[in-house]
């Protein structure tokens, strides 16, 4: 747009012998301007419409009354739009401008060209149309069709203007002779201001040397490609890839032609290039140079620092079991739970392998172990990958100076404490064998062809009375292996957790033990409960009270013969849904019980608080009976409270004639342990009652 009053438009300020003016018109305004061939526009600096003639209404198809007020970039086609804007943003400080040609959508939704000519009328107080812009437009779409159609030279620069790439001629000096409308579309600049600059000008410092190097070292007809940061209207910079060529040996051209685009792709590249120098491209935490050069600046800011090292123990041996892929995908969760810790000053990384390295801000020894204690509680838990558990431990160890001064000392020192660590719990620091590897692989694939094929089974142990009595039985879980024998849950469980098989042999072993539970009461013995141990993980499940109360239905299994059984160390601090489904299981008749009792924290307090209706005193409290006076004086608390509280009380573990003879003097009924069984197939435990039931009969036939 134009703003030189010398190349200003028909419109004058208001003669006072020249007549009314027209109601629609600005104050000042000749009313002349209605009768000109040509558009004519009056805008204030942000484009809003303040007058337009009869012609620009004829043209445009537009009726001036519902465009007063509104912004005329509304009318311009979407390709313009920065053009117009550029030139509208600078048309107050040009001296003078060229004729700007332009897209303006008419009443109708067609295109018409424009080529417009615009002033700027200064604000002196004097003129009626000070701070204003007046346009005068010329509708050139006929001539603009007609170039089109010849073929001719205004051919190649309406197709020039509109190209999606940028296209610059520059003289032999550097100044820029020409640009087309994607310099405006793209950077946002006013071609006008950019003309007679030089190139440089628009090149960030960083580049220009290079920039110009290219160009200089180009001989005639020559061309050269490289990338360069160029300067957008606001200062930002923006990669863009050009094409040098030298034609200013060219008769017509004269010129350096110029072409660029922006480079989305390079920048991309540039950017993840840069991310990578600095960051782990598996899990996105920061690498060793990245961290050294965190931690390194957040030492020279002052205070003390912390480096805390986590070490995934045995990592290998994941990898070998599962494979890369979950390997990775446990790394990747070990990261996300690193990251997702809340702590001031807090910088994590993870330096390769399976070792994670923390550098944090603290005032003394005591806050960095306060954050080691919280990594380990938040990352040390089992990961689920594609239904696996994969179950592992980390070893952590720290370092910390109150003033410190070269960070490369901390890190050796926490370094150093960790592979004492390592040597003092692992002498085998290198990890599990090859050997151990395939051995724990061949026996997890075992695991799962035992599930399938009925070897994963629960034996039943007893409870008694004193008389040895069975009153009911306990399903422990054990593996009927064909060459091992009979393995114990401490040969499962393991394993099982490892494979990430703990729950389906849950499942296996309960199902079995509803099944006994039937067959029990099918022989007339409904009378023998039967205790399952539930994890504690999986009755903290909201659903948990329902599938279990719709697996018995399933099976036929009487609710009342069963009795849950859960850790007590598991019910410190129950949640809602935990203590919901233990409500649930004890309304539908099953019982609940509370296993390893007396090992937690505030165990007699819990009797008081939990919906449970037994109690299963631990082994370790049985065996120091009358050996251990503390233990001896928790288990006649126990017996005490239970009977106070109308609980059920069951002594685990009895392995001694004496144990069993002093339990019963302070009160115990139910036992449990060697003394009057181990773990038995349920063939066997039939047998038991059965011949339990013949010798009761027996004596009762027998002649007194």
Sequence with gaps: MSSASDRSTDVSP?????????????????????????????????GVLHYANETAADVLGWDPVDLIGTSILELIHPDDLNLATAALRTVVEKPYGDLITLRGRTGGGTWRYLELHGSYRADDGTDPLGGKIVIVARDVTDRHLLEFDQGDTDVLRAVMAHMHGMVLLVDELGLVRSVNGAVTRLLGHDPELVRGRSILDFVHEDDRDRVLDAALGLAPEESVSLDARILTVDGDTAVCEFTINNMLTDPVVA????????????TDARERAEFLA?????????????????????MHSGGGLGILIVDIVHFRSVNELYGEPVGDAV???IADRIDRIRWSDLITARFGGDEFVLAVRGASEASVEMLSERVRRDVARPVFVDGQEVNFSIRTATAFEAQPQVLDALLVSASTDLMSAKRFTDPDSGGISVDAINQRRRQVDQLRQALNSGEIQPFFQPICTSDGTITAVEALVRWVHP???????????????????AEAVDDCVLDQA???????????????????????????????????????HRHGADTRQLVVEITETDLLAPGAA???????LRFAGIHVSIDDFGTGYSSLAHLLELPVDGVKIDRRFI???????????????????????????????????YQRDRLAELGCRAFQGWLFSAAVASEEILTMLAETADADQASQRSPR
């Excluded at 003669?15 to 009314?20: F, I, L, N, R, Y």
């Excluded at 960051?279 to 961290?291: C, E, S």
């Excluded at 509803?514 to 659903?543: Q, T, W």
């Excluded at 203590?579 to 649930?584: A, D, E, F, G, P």
């Design 255 to 266: 010129s350096y032609v110029i072409s660029a685009q922006i480079a989305t792709a390079l």
């Design 623 to 657: 065996s120091g009976i009358d050996v251990d006076p503390a233990a001896t004086n928790l288990t006649t608390a126990i017996l005490g409270l239970s009977e106070s509280l109308k609980l059920t009380c069951v002594a685990e573990g009895v392995e001694q004639p």
């Design 278 to 298: 600095l960051h782990d491209a598996r899990t996105g935490l920061l690498n060793r140079d990245g961290f050294m050069r965190a931690a390194t600046a957040m």
């Design 331 to 333: 790394l990747a969760t």
């Design 483 to 501: 060459l091992r024998g009979v393995l114990g849950v401490g040969d499962i469980l393991p394993l099982a957790q490892l494979a990430g098989l």
């Design 514 to 552: 509803l099944k006994f539970a039937v067959a029990l009461a099918d022989r007339g013995r409904g009378d023998i409960e039967v205790h399952v141990n539930i994890d504690p993980k999986v009755i903290a499940r909201p659903a948990f009270g329902a599938t279990f109360l719709d697996r018995c």
């Design 14 to 46: 208001t003669d006072p012998s020249a007549g009314p003016v027209d109601a629609g018109a600005p104050a000042g305004l000749d009313l002349s301007a209605d009768g000109l061939a040509d558009p004519v526009l009056v805008i204030d600096p942000h």
């Design 578 to 584: 935990s203590l919901s489904n233990m409500q649930k």
